[in-house]
């Protein structure tokens, strides 16, 4: 796994919209797929967008696509989650996640990165209220 910190979580009126960054700490040996999980009080963490580093190659669900975008800079090996048009149920706890792997592999690692409980950091609270 990647050490990674999440940050960027607010409250924000239905309709609007929030951008989330996750960095990775430390210096990264190889490309790795960064994504995007939220859990919402009372229900399973979900995975939400992922992206390749060696690439740029993206995957999301479909309860955010074509609303949320996520993106990266190599520079600084940094991931972004630009969430717009939000609405009250995209409220919960996200958290960012990163793991060594290749393209292929980001999309089912999402998944099941989702149903780990290990190595969590703490998320960052994003509030969407009417």
């Known amino acids: 796994q990647v050490p990674v910190v999440e940050s960027g979580g607010d409250s924000v009126q239905a309709g609007g919209s929030l951008r989330l960054s996750c960095a990775a700490i430390g210096d990264t040996r190889s490309p790795y797929c960064m994504g995007w999980f939220r859990q919402a009080p009372g229900k399973e963490r979900e995975g939400i967008a992922v992206?390749?580093?060696?690439?740029?190659?993206?995957t999301y669900a479909d309860s955010v696509k074509g609303r949320f975008t996520i993106s990266q800079d190599n520079g600084d090996n940094s991931v972004y989650l630009q969430m717009n048009s939000l609405k009250l149920e995209d409220t919960a706890t996200y958290y960012c996640?990163?793991?060594?792997?290749?393209?292929?592999?980001?999309?089912?690692?999402?998944?099941?990165?989702?149903?780990?409980?290990?190595?969590w950091g703490q998320g960052t609270q994003v509030t969407v209220s009417s």
């Open positions: 992206i390749y580093s060696g690439d740029g190659t993206t």
């Open positions: 996640a990163a793991d060594y792997g290749r393209s292929f592999q980001c999309g089912p690692w999402l998944r099941g990165r989702a149903n780990d409980d290990r190595n």
